[in-house]
């Protein structure tokens, strides 16, 4: 056989055997064969060398509310990256918070953001609210509904056009508009009032990647 013939050989022979490697990837990570056929970044890329989701390293219970973790970090080993639990308990209002700048301090500006992907399980419905930095505390925030996954692993795109976040009067009407909060974001904030048992795996929001701390 002439060297040519070899190489090119050779060369199929491991092309076949990356495209297989994506394959099995994919059927484990949903989403990275159509990364990596484009040429794009898989979540694994998001990551931070300290525990994170997608670059997430602030997933709190917040102690609001009767949670299990009861306060602290949420996030737990998962294969070779992580996820974040945390079950709600009885009827009333729960708290668990996403610091998007990975400090508190810290805030994003999300205006030209489109929405962010979560993907998760929940047993109930609950709500997502955003944060800005100038009106952090309270419950008066605008939000918008996380609907239950019967608690299967589901992936979700959450809008961040106005019309598609409200407020609830439980809670109170928020003081600012929901463009000034975008522009000033410091968290997600996931709220629900029911038991419910919640797993978080991936968080990307269109345009922003957070800064590792």
Not at 162 to 190: C, H, K, M, N
Request: aromatic share 12%; with cysteine; charged share 15%.
């Amino acid at each position: 056989m002439r060297p040519d013939s070899r190489f090119r050989r050779a060369l199929v022979t491991k092309t076949l055997a990356v495209a297989a490697g994506v394959v099995a990837l994919s059927s484990v990570v949903p989403g990275v064969a159509a990364d990596a056929a484009v040429g794009g970044s898989s979540p694994f890329s998001w990551t931070c060398p300290n525990a994170s989701i997608d670059g997430y390293q602030q997933w709190i219970a917040s102690g609001e509310g009767t949670t299990i973790p009861a306060n602290g970090t949420m996030l737990v080993r998962r294969g070779r990256g992580y996820e974040a639990k945390i079950t709600f308990v009885n009827a009333e209002w729960h708290v668990a918070v996403v610091w998007l700048g990975n400090q508190f301090e810290a805030q994003a500006n999300l205006s030209t953001s489109g929405g962010f992907w979560l993907t998760y399980s929940a047993t109930d419905d609950l709500y997502v609210q955003l944060r800005p930095a100038s009106h952090w505390s309270g419950g008066d925030k605008w939000l918008t509904k996380i609907p239950s996954t019967g608690g299967a692993v589901e992936q979700h795109y959450f809008s961040f056009a106005p019309d598609q976040w409200t407020w609830l009067p439980e809670l109170g009407q928020p003081s600012y508009t929901f463009p000034s909060a975008l522009a000033e974001a410091r968290g997600l904030v996931f709220v629900g009032k029911t038991p419910n048992t919640l797993d978080f795996r991936q968080l990307q929001i269109d345009g922003y990647r957070p800064p590792c701390k």
